[in-house]
Structure formats: C-alpha cells, structure tokens
C-alpha cells in the first residue's frame, strides 16, 4: 500500500484548492447529479469531471486506473438498469454513477490526507466542549495504520499455518486463530497504551 | 489533568482501532474461492458482523465508524484497493454506511446473554438485515427505482448468508477460545482483576 494512499502530487489550481471548498463542490455535484435526469445534462457534467482531471494533471495512467474502476461499476448497473427498467433511465443512471464517482475520484487524487486530517482537526475543534479532542482523533489513526501492518503480518502467519495444515479453503481455520491473535494484540497494545498513561485521571 | 471525562479507556481504545485495522486487513486479502464458482467471497463486510460479534455494540461501532472515516479520508482500504469518498457516493454506497448500523445491532444482541452459537446467528443475521435496511433505499434512490433496487440486491443474499452463518461460528469460536472477551470491562487494566489501580 502506498503510504501517501491514491493521492497523485501535484501543484495544479485544483491541488491548491481548500479541502473545505472541494468538499462542498463534490457534495454539490453529487447531489446536483440526482436533480438532472436529463442524459444531455448529465453528458456536460460528466464532460467538465473529465476536463477536472485534464486541469490537476492527473498521469494517463492514473486516469486510466480510476476510469476502470468507475466504468466496471457503471457499465454493471447500465447493464441491469436496461434490462430491468429500460433504456433511457439506463442511460442517466450509467452517467450518473461516472459523473459521481469521477469527481470524488478527482477529489481524492488531488487532495494529501494530511490536510484532510487537519481540516477534520479544525472542524472538530467546535466538539471539544463535548469531550472530543480533536488531537484524539490523529493518534486513532495513527495506532490504526501501525495495527494494520501487525495485522497484515499475523495474517500472513497464520495463512501460511494454514497451508502447512491442508485447510488452505477453509474460511474458519483462516479468521479464527487469525481473531484470536487479533484480540491478543489489542490486548497488549492496551495494556502499552495504559502503561504510557493513556485513561489515567 | 483537568479534564478527567475526556480521556478516553486505553483498553477500549486498543480494540477499536485494532479491529478498525482488522476490517482494512480483510479487505487486503484476496477473496476466497468457494466451491467451482469464479466468484470469489469477499471477506470485508464480514468485518463489522465480526466486530460486532466480538467487541459489542459501543467498542465495535466506534471502530467502524473509525475505519469508514480513514477509509473516506483517501486510504485505499475497501477491498479491491478503493477507497476515498467516491465508494460513498457510488450505488453501493448505503451498504457501507450499513455497517455502522449493522456493527451495533450484532452488538447489542449478541452481548445480551450467553455466547452460543444460536445467538451469533441471530444477531449476525438481524446485523445483515440493518445493513440492508440503509443500503437498499439507498441503491433505490440512487436508481430511482425502488424494485430495480431489491432485484439487484437480491443476488448478493446467498453470500450475505454464507458470511453471516460463518461470522456466527467463528464467533462462538473466538468466545470459546478467549472466554470473557466481551463482557471484558473497560477498566481492565492488566491481568489481575480487582485493583484498579486508582
């Protein structure tokens, strides 16, 4: 995994734009999508998402990664849609799942997780009177993404313990010792937490 | 420190952020492949039964809650290496906010009692039902058609089924093996219950 997840560097017009304000665009679009029912409409919106991408810079080959995905979704759900309810409403709702999906695609490609964080950090700065710490919310993430590697590591362990048993097709030999561990590492890893006084009054 | 009622119970911090990291481990993995079909099992939205099932109703939702917000910040965590806000936004996007329903309702039923095997079944099942229930009006609107929505949902039951039967087994499995786990109190500070060390 990349440790910067899908964001792609860059300085364009869009990389520099608050996360705030991006935010409420995406929100914007995607409930603009659900207002327009019109494919034409909907064509010009999905043609400005594209031209997003053009504006950030984003590499063809990133472009093309998150255009599988999307048209995989989308050419689904057209697929269903026909056949289910027709061709015209196919249409809209084909071009509506590309229209939301690539804007928030875009958001994401263009937008550090650091500065999401901090926005959050900001935005929760108001909740601290109901006992939130928004600096709380940096060190969850954080112990997540170190639990994740542990993780990564014991399930790698125990799927191999599993080959050497013969049961690699069994879901049951993999997910139990697998939570078992889990458990215990949260267990210890509260028990540091605690040692290094975290809950103390 | 000044302010006592916001620190938050290292121990109950430990588990929802080690399970938050434990659903992103099931989407890592690759799905398994059951029977001759080609259609692999994906194992992530067993996730939020499992917590549910092993954590209760508070400590498992908070760690769903958790991994969605990292998983909505950008971090690629959704099995099949999605993630950021569009997965939210897309058709299928009620089943995962779903999962916050669905972690607390196994929660709630399945620490109402003893651990057995029926009882994981019910909760594992009411807990695919909450997340149903927020998921397919969801798709529905999306659609903009109610009914399009059931028939398209309806082919993911069987499967739904088959993780909700094996969530309940290992379940009752994990209880067997850590006996406690969930009626585990927030202040367990170390092995030896009784002192709590204030």
């Known amino acids: 995994m990349n440790p910067l997840g899908l964001y792609q560097p860059g300085s364009s017009p869009l990389h520099r734009l608050g996360v705030g304000w991006k935010l409420l665009a995406l929100l914007v679009l995607a409930s ?11 064509g010009v919106v999905v043609a400005a998402v594209a031209l997003g991408f053009v504006v950030a810079r984003i590499p063809l ?16 759900l057209f697929l ?8 015209d409403q196919a249409t809209v709702v084909g071009l509506r799942v590309i229209a939301t999906l690539a804007a928030a695609t875009l958001f994401t490609l263009t937008t550090r997780i650091d500065a999401i964080v901090a926005m959050l950090e900001r935005r929760l700065a108001p909740l601290r009177r109901f006992g939130v710490r928004p600096g709380d919310v ?31 097709r069994s879901v049951v030999a993999f997910a139990v010792p697998l939570l078992v561990r889990t458990v215990r590492h949260a267990d210890e890893l509260g028990e540091a937490l605690a040692a290094r006084g975290m809950g103390d009054r | 420190m000044p302010e006592p009622r916001a620190t938050l119970p290292a121990a109950d911090v ?17 799905g398994v492949y059951v029977g001759g079909s080609g259609v692999p099992i994906v194992l992530q939205n067993a996730g939020p039964l499992l917590a549910g099932s092993i954590l209760g109703a508070r400590r498992a939702t908070a760690s769903v809650v958790l991994f969605l917000a990292v998983t909505a910040v950008g971090l ?11 997965p939210f936004l897309g058709p299928s996007g009620g089943f995962l906010i779903g999962w916050i329903l669905s972690a607390f309702v196994v929660g709630i039923i ?30 529905g609107i999306y659609n903009g058609n109610m009914g399009a929505a059931l028939v398209q949902s ?14 309940a087994v290992i379940a009752s499995l994990v209880h067997r093996a850590l006996p406690g786990t969930l009626a585990a109190p927030t202040s367990r500070p170390s092995t030896k219950p009784g002192d709590p060390g204030a």
């Open chain 2, 14 to 30: 430990a588990r929802t952020v080690v399970f938050a990291a434990f659903i992103a481990v099931l989407g890592v993995f690759p």
């Open chain 1, 61 to 76: 080959r990133r472009c093309w990664a998150a255009a599988r995905g999307v048209l995989v979704i989308a050419a689904f």
């Open chain 1, 32 to 42: 603009g999508t659900f207002v327009l029912s019109s494919p034409v409409w909907l």
């Open chain 2, 154 to 167: 309806a082919v993911f039951v069987p499967g739904d089924l088959a993780k909700v039967v094996a969530a």
């Open chain 2, 76 to 86: 690629p965590l959704l099995s099949g290496g999605r993630g950021g806000i569009g």
């Open chain 1, 80 to 87: 269903v849609q026909w056949w289910l309810i027709g061709l």
């Open chain 1, 138 to 168: 940096a060190l969850l993430v954080g112990l997540m993404f170190q639990a994740v590697t542990t993780l990564t590591r014991i399930a790698g362990e125990v799927r191999e313990a599993q080959r050497a048993r013969g049961a690699e």
């Open chain 2, 110 to 139: 399945a620490s109402r009692g003893l651990l057995t095997l029926p009882r994981m079944l019910v909760a594992n099942l009411a807990g695919l039902a909450a997340d149903y229930l927020i998921g397919i009006p969801f798709l």
